[in-house]
């Protein structure tokens, strides 16, 4: 069964720590995997994307990486920011071959607090 | 910019009526997904189009209806809504295989 699950669950820091978000995922055949940040009470927008044959890859202070035997991916968020207070969802997207017209795969996301 | 708009913020509405959810998306994607959101369930997948008149059933389509009769129009309709009803509404288009656009949501209250 296609599956994205995500830890933790919900996390505080303090501004200017550091975090990591976990994602692991079942779906197969894999294409790519995203990395989407949702503002309360707005639609999740992009932060990066991770294909089959990347490690790891930045935009600015995120760094996600990607390992593809064990079917895990990270989010790193360096150096804290108040704004980064969201919800940050994973999502697993299988190759065109065995998809069903475009489904995707959703996390229940992470619930990030920073406190200043 | 690329842009997905949803027609309505925030509705209120009554146990029964009829409620429309609008979304248009500028980018010419063949692809436009309708899910609710609830806390503690993340994104829920209601209905999905691939093409002008053509809708597939997500995981949830009880309750709820679609129409594409434009490629860039992709409407939710709730015949009969009811209180379990009550949720944030995503509309999101893609181009396979591409990033997933989303709106801003539209946040139903059913009382």
């Known amino acids: 069964k296609n599956q994205v699950e995500q830890s933790p669950q919900s996390l505080i820091i303090l501004e200017g720590k550091n975090c990591t978000l976990q994602c692991n995922y079942t779906v197969s055949p894999f294409s790519n995997l995203r990395w989407y940040k949702q503002d309360t009470g707005r639609g999740p927008v992009s932060l990066t994307i991770?294909?089959?044959?990347?490690n790891t890859k930045s935009n600015g202070r995120y760094t996600a990486t990607l390992d593809a035997d064990t079917k895990q991916s990270s989010l790193h968020i360096t150096a804290s920011q108040l704004s980064d207070s969201a919800s940050y969802i994973c999502v697993a997207i299988p190759s065109a071959r065995g998809s069903t017209l475009g489904r995707l795969y959703f996390g229940r996301g992470t619930q990030l607090t920073v406190w200043p | 910019d690329v842009k997905v708009t949803q027609s309505s913020r925030y509705l209120v509405k009554r146990t029964g009526e009829k409620v429309f959810l609008e979304c248009v998306q500028d980018m010419d994607h063949e692809n436009m997904f309708w899910y609710r959101q609830d806390p503690g369930l993340g994104l829920r997948l209601i209905y999905f189009s691939y093409d002008v008149k053509m809708k597939e059933k997500g995981d949830i389509p009880e309750g709820y209806s679609v129409s594409r009769e434009k490629k860039e129009r992709f409407s939710l309709i709730l015949e009969s809504a009811s209180t379990n009803q009550t949720s944030m509404y995503l509309c999101?288009?893609?181009?396979?295989?591409?990033?997933?656009?989303f709106g801003e949501g539209s946040r139903l209250t059913v009382l």
């Open positions: 991770m294909t089959f044959s990347e």
């Open positions: 999101a288009s893609r181009q396979v295989p591409g990033e997933l656009f």
